[in-house]
């Protein structure tokens, strides 16, 4: 990861990796170590953890800025995370391993070519592994209504 702004090339634009928690120790290992070096800056919000998640988070990844999120839930840890980020380009990821930080590459690569906005799906070729049925049907629900509503398709409005 990259936290230097000098070795920062002035025609690319600067990249957050942003990353919301609440009590997400033990799969901090299979995300932060993942994130690509170009990278400006990892913001991590947490949700006010109880366990060792901002800890193992400074130890894992030394420049990491770590801040605590204000609210409730996880739309406020986002909304609040992208108004504190300072890269060009926020990409979201998932701290229990569920989006893999070796495909913001896809993420940024459209973006760059001009598109405003990328999303990615957990559900796009499967059922994700491990998800509980409740939050499976939650996010079924979700998306059949925004898709009605907004005339689109979208697999998963939930991740990514």
């Not at 998800?131 to 996010?139: D, E, Q, S």
Request: charged fraction near 20%.
């Amino acid at each position: 990861m990259s936290t230097n702004t000098e070795n920062q090339n002035p025609h690319q634009p600067r990249i957050t990796a942003l990353i919301c928690t609440l009590n997400e120790e033990a799969n901090l290992p299979h995300v932060l170590p993942k994130i690509p070096r170009w990278v400006s800056e990892v913001l991590l919000v947490d949700g006010h953890s109880s366990d060792g998640t901002v800890e193992l988070a400074k130890k894992l990844l030394p420049a990491i800025r770590v801040l605590q999120q204000p609210g409730r839930g996880k739309g406020d840890a986002l909304r609040y995370g992208t108004r504190q980020a300072t890269g060009d380009i926020v990409v979201t990821l998932d701290a229990d391993g569920t989006t893999d930080p070796n495909e913001m590459s896809n993420f940024v690569e459209p973006l760059m070519r001009g598109f405003d906005f990328v999303k990615g799906s957990r559900f796009a070729l499967s059922l994700p592994q491990g998800k509980p049925r409740h939050r499976i049907f939650g996010n079924w629900l979700i998306v059949i209504t925004f898709d009605i509503l907004f005339l689109r398709r979208y697999t998963d409005l939930c991740s990514g």
